[in-house]
């Protein structure tokens, strides 16, 4: 009842000041352009040797399955650095040539032309950014995002747009399971859920590109012996068979010695085609075997409704931050009046 008391004859401050201030913010907060979210989830397939019963399950419940992994054998790359790479330029490079289309179709171009060309900002950021452009002029950028932008050499403009979709991509293990989750921003819905998609895409590409380098080496090299064998082993017959054409009608030990000659080079390096077969059927099959699978919990959907910026809820927030002010504001000047008064 005294601070109602001390504070009643101000009553006409807090008429003016918080309505201007919820006003003030909310229209702020518009020239804010919203944004979306959406959130892929997917369970990438270990390939190492599996963890048995009690210890597996124990390494689960307190967070240390993908240490107990790798101390097993599994791959290098455990899901624990999915978000690094995802992060990384190589990858954000590989995102830029991504065509998008906005909800309306009127925007259909590749997500760099789209994030450098089409993307809204509060006016503040407008005119902050034509200040900067008028005291530093920069160079006009001429990449149309068609082609995989190289990381070797980016302008200003490029490294800005990398560390912008940077921040707008979040991705986030699970370390009791596993699962991967990413979480794309953007400010139209379709072009979120279509990179959200996107990224998903190419994280699998990514895992399967790594689990499988090895495995695609080995079916590239027998691929290779396999077809010189084969011509090796086709010019054996083409020489059997012409000098054995040639010389149907020879007796001597000769000729039948030089003959038995070449059956056994064309037999030998028909063996060592057959072997040669052999290793690429078996190098592709663990090429397969090698190559994970990937469960889809969640797919990319188009949100409906905007994740923020949240208008009404900041404006009442700024508008008892304002009155919490104003109030200690007003008792501090109360009580520096009580001290004049008193002295």
Known sequence: MALIHTLWPHRKKYYYVLPIVLIATYLLMVCIPRY????????????GPSMSGSLGSLASSI??????????????ISAEIYPDVIGSQDFVAELMSVPVTTRDKDINCEYYVYLRDKQKSAWWGILLNTISEWIKPTPPDTYNGKETLSVFELSKRQKDIFSYVQSNIKCVVDKKTDVVSITVTDQDPR????????????????II??????ARIDVAYYEKLAQESKVEYDKALKAYAAYSDAHTSTILTTYQAHQESLENDMQAKYNVYTAMNTQLQAATAKLQEATPAFTVIESASMPIKPAGPKRMIISIAMMLLAFFVLTGWLLAKNNVAKDEQTA
């Open 36 to 47: 979306y979210r959406c959130t892929v989830c997917l369970a990438p397939e270990s390939t």
């Open 63 to 76: 967070g240390l399955a993908g240490s107990l992994a790798k101390m097993t054998g599994e791959d290098a």
């Open 191 to 206: 072009v979120c859920a279509i990179m959200a998609d996107a990224t998903c895409k190419k994280l699998q590409e990514f």
């Open 209 to 214: 590109a790594y689990r499988t380098n090895k």
